[in-house]
């Protein structure tokens, strides 16, 4: 994203003061990629650590390496950029004039930032200052998305539907699982993506009834059912997908299996509208899975949230408590796992909806890739 | 890798229990993936956690999700193998019957614990336990490589520069950036690796010389100077090259940049051998840049260690101290990056040997692509 889009990002960062506010927190430190993203807009080398600070007074201060720092002055929209100092024992002491001598109460992300970090800030900080977790208020303002969120979400979707569309046609006895996921990875970056969501993977016959939840050599057989599972990101936007595939001809338990996964899946998408439990999405989808018997070879959540994180809030399984609320994104993918017969699961990407949901993801959903 | 290797990996762990000992260590908790695959040759999907706990009495137990148990039972060494608890508020619960009554020195990477990871095992084990950091251990531990894993990194290096070579094939004036840089994903897979060493990026004229660090839907244009970086994982291990190329005609001020870093690059290699300090490899490559008037376009480091992780121990850079050893594997990639004219690296991998170094990768180092 760039300039153009300030507007949206100061917005964003504008309902980030309003929760400071209201917890009294006078500093917040953002060193999770995909929150930084969120509110600079601002795109970098996945491997590549910046820092994101906060202060009501003081605005938004984001300090970046300094390889990166005339990209960031030029494509960002946030006034003061800068480095991480090279002259200091640690890069951290870039933060140091934000901590002030007075005790703050001071935001953080305690699932992201390390121990390491922790001490040094600590060290930093006075002694009255107390670090408190925001994770719970980022989480929730992005939970909710924007009509430019959903935007580039949707393209993401397109973007995927036309990569598994597209990846179908090498689906075939004799190829390799990681030739079709680094296929798919091509495709991801020909469609107009500016990466993918997570590493692509297909699992085969054995490998994805374990579920092995990695791309193999292992070559593809006659019999056999395939899953390939993947995503792509459009402007920091990512989506993710999942087709289940028969190689070849398949038995009457494998096509079984696969009709059970793909009706819970349908009934999950059909629980989902505003007001409505995230447990109850779940608890749709797998009791089709248990009334048919295969509840036990169902191992893990119906679905999960997606934006500028490929996983993030709401978590529709079992226990969670999180109402459904219009303009929330999230996957809907319930799966059996059956040893010695196969794998199944379908997985699509929704956006609530005043009245229910819209499914964003539109790839043939068919075990033979064809429209059902 | 599979129980074929366990021999490897048993030695691995018992060199980690031999300074455990050393330090008083109670109990080692490592959270970090690319030391959990160091000592258990596993390999999980990348986004997925695991914990690897260490104690000198009862040996490994290794923790995983539990989608993930029936794999890492099938495929690993280590023998406990647990699944983290689904009945509990919090998965490090897993962790409890490790810690005991007693006061221990418990080892943990500070730079990869999370501050709540942190906070929570602190609540688990006794006021009277102590944590260290053992991140200097795993790092020396892993810098020095054994024959099978240079093995690997060989291995590695060769898919990169068959990759590098293909990929060359296919840049042109009108080329998106993007869409070289996921044409190097796909050929990664099809060349025998199990995925790439980090998402690569091709950079062209401004974007390389800002340094961008990303892929865009730039195109390519006549006369401008562009860089792809990337690498290939072979049974875990990584590779890392760069090269640069010359779209069309080009100027000899861009010609020049090119040369001079290609001869830092040279000066640096021809200075490895056992013994030497990183930073004298810094310093060898540096002075050829800096003698050439380019000093201040040469932003950052002349090289990083690489194994299972793309960055590790050694790092070639100002000041560090470290003494390089035979077996040491390292990159060596001094760089310019001029506004307005364009930006050079050449970068390749190499193994220390007892009397220099040996180069790992091997595709042509020209701008045109042809051999030297």
Redesign the interface.
């Not at 305690?110 to 001490?119: H, M, N, P, V």
């Not at 990875?185 to 020909?190: D, F, V």
């Given at each position: 994203m760039n300039t153009s889009n300030s507007t949206e990002h100061a917005r964003r960062l504008d309902a980030l003061l309003e929760r400071m506010r209201e917890h009294e927190l006078g500093l917040v430190l953002l060193f999770d990629r995909d929150n930084i993203r969120y509110f600079t807009g601002f795109?970098?080398?996945?491997?590549?650590a910046s820092i994101l600070a906060i202060s009501p007074e003081e605005g938004p201060t984001y300090i970046v390496a300094?390889?990166?720092l005339?990209?960031a002055k030029?494509d960002g929209w946030i006034e003061r950029v800068i480095p991480f100092p090279e002259d200091t024992p640690n890069y951290l002491d870039a933060l140091r004039p934000l901590f002030g001598n007075s005790g703050k109460r001071i935001g953080?992300e305690?699932?992201?930032?390390?121990?390491?970090?922790?001490?040094y800030l600590r060290g930093l900080s006075s002694e009255k200052s107390e670090?408190v977790?925001v994770r719970a208020i980022t989480s929730e303002l992005r939970a909710i998305k924007s009509d430019e969120e959903i935007a580039c979400l949707r393209r993401a979707a397109e973007i995927a539907s036309n990569v598994m569309e597209l990846v179908q046609g090498a689906i075939r006895p004799g190829v390799r699982e990681?030739?079709l996921?680094?296929?798919t990875?091509?495709?991801?970056?020909?469609e107009?993506a500016?990466?993918a969501s997570?590493?692509p993977?297909f699992m085969s016959g054995e490998n994805a009834w374990?579920?092995?939840?990695?791309?193999?050599?292992k070559v593809l057989a006659e019999g056999e059912l395939a899953l390939l599972d993947m995503g792509a990101i459009y402007d920091g936007y990512c989506s993710d997908i999942t087709r289940t595939f028969a190689i070849g001809d398949i038995s009457p338990e494998q096509e079984q299996i696969f009709r059970v996964a793909r009706e819970a899946q349908q009934a999950g998408i059909e629980a989902i509208r505003p007001g409505v439990r995230a447990c109850d999405v779940d608890a749709a989808a797998r009791t089709v899975i248990e009334d048919a018997g295969f509840g036990e070879y169902f191992?893990?959540l119906t679905g999960h949230g997606i934006g500028i994180s490929?996983?993030e809030m709401p978590i529709a399984d079992r226990g969670v408590e999180t109402i459904l609320q219009s303009s929330m994104v999230l996957t809907v993918e319930p799966g059996i796992y059956l040893p010695g017969i196969g794998a199944a699961r379908v997985e699509d990407m929704v956006v609530v909806t005043p009245l229910g949901c819209e499914v964003l993801t539109s790839a043939p959903r068919g075990l033979t890739g064809k429209k059902e």
């Open positions: 795109r970098l080398n996945r491997v590549v300094k390889l990166d005339n990209r030029r953080v305690k699932d992201s930032l390390t121990l390491s970090q922790a001490e670090f977790d990681i030739e996921s680094s296929w990875e091509y495709l991801i970056g020909q107009g500016e990466g997570f590493e993977f374990l579920p092995q939840r990695i791309s193999s050599q191992p893990h490929s996983h």
